[in-house]
């Protein structure tokens, strides 16, 4: 009888382990690795949240722990220098992440940083607010400028960009890109750039030929823009977050025209397209093409590897946007590239294009090359 008892108890102790098991004891393992070139705190980010602050150079663990299979980006707002991040976005194994590699250049050691093409990413929420707001909206983004783009009258920069918009349930009244004042990049500021929302309402983006001048691009290397969301609940500002992070972005920014289609078209249609990807869950925080094709009849991105053709479409497309005949198209929010995707970006094999007649055919295109960063 004792010994049936004991047996019983190991039974029923055995089954409780596995129930447990199934509801959240999953091994949990962490993110960290090592940052170096530092010139002052900065805040690291995993996955658009969980921030920790560094004080300067050595290692870093997050106190977030993911389970196996999970994605993990690691990024880092810096607004003393330029930073790349190597082994920072993938998928967890059955270890904790160790190998995430942060090397930072001051700006003010070395100013030639300055000039070099900038890809900043950004998470919205309502805790960013200033003051915060109780929303269930989020919203993510990011821009890409080269500093030696300059317009040669005013000496301004082109800027690109812009963001895709979740959960909101109050009317959108404004969209903008702001600059908060020198030296504190938390307070509120000032509207520089509205942006223009989307037939789908929830992708914003920056409108054509849109520039900064030298005193915004500086507030842009300083971390000191940001974009702002308001809507009618939250006229003053419903999300916000600051266009800073650095690292686990695929980007670029192409000229579509007709001597990229093969063989080259006769038109005289030009555009510009825009694309910037999360790498861990290769997730598009914002893409689009502005274009000039009269009638477009379809518009996307498309592959050269075998089998080539379209990977994604853009079925959002809208005429005269900005009253000057630009035409804009965009994909439906939230899309997201195959692994092999992404590694046919890597490797400059897709491209935009934009197609127009019947049946549809492409009358300009654009390669997509990835920026260094």
Do not use: W
Not at 87 to 101: F, H, I, M, P
Not at 264 to 290: C, E, H, M, N, W
């Amino acid at each position: 009888m004792r010994r049936q008892r004991i047996f019983g108890v190991s039974l029923a102790a055995a089954i409780g382990l596995a129930l447990v098991s199934c509801h959240g004891t999953d091994a949990q393992f962490t993110v960290g690795g090592t940052i170096s070139g530092t010139n002052g705190p900065v805040v690291l980010r995993l996955n658009g949240e969980n921030d920790i602050t560094q004080n300067g150079d050595g290692d870093f663990t997050f106190t977030q722990k993911l389970l196996q299979d999970d994605t993990f980006n690691v990024q880092i707002a810096n607004p003393t220098g330029r930073c790349t991040v190597q082994n920072g976005a993938g998928t967890v194994a059955q270890s904790n992440v160790k190998d995430v590699n942060i090397s930072c250049v001051s700006y003010a050691t070395d100013p030639s940083q300055l000039l070099k093409i900038v890809v900043r990413a950004s998470t919205l929420s309502g805790a960013r607010v200033n003051q915060p707001v109780t929303t269930s909206a989020t919203a993510v983004g990011g821009v890409i400028v080269d500093p030696t783009d300059k317009d040669p009258i005013t000496g301004n920069v082109r800027i690109f960009g812009g963001l895709v918009l979740s959960g909101l349930t109050s009317p959108l009244t404004d969209v903008a890109i702001f600059q908060a004042p020198s030296g504190h990049p938390g307070d509120n500021g000032l509207a520089i750039l509205h942006l223009f929302v989307a037939a789908d309402g929830v992708t914003a983006v920056v409108p054509p030929d849109s520039e900064l001048d030298s005193n915004a691009l500086a507030s842009l290397f300083a971390g000191e823009l940001y974009f702002n969301v308001s809507t009618a609940t939250n006229l003053n500002g419903e999300l916000r977050g600051a266009i800073e992070l650095q690292g686990g972005l695929a980007a670029s920014v192409p000229a579509l025209d007709n001597t990229q289609v093969v063989p080259p078209t006769s038109s005289t249609a030009f555009g510009v397209g825009v694309l910037i990807v999360d790498r861990a869950t290769r997730k598009i925080l914002i893409s689009y093409i502005q274009h000039t094709v009269v009638a477009a009849a379809g518009a996307g991105i498309s592959t050269s590897q075998v089998p080539a053709g379209p990977i994604l479409a853009f079925g959002n497309l809208q005429s005269n946007i900005d009253t000057q005949g630009t035409n804009l198209a965009t994909p439906t929010a939230g899309a997201v590239l195959t692994e092999t995707n992404l590694t046919d970006f890597d490797g400059s094999f897709l491209y935009f294009r934009v197609a127009s007649g019947a049946p549809p055919s492409d009358e300009i295109r654009g390669n997509i090359s990835p920026l260094p960063q």
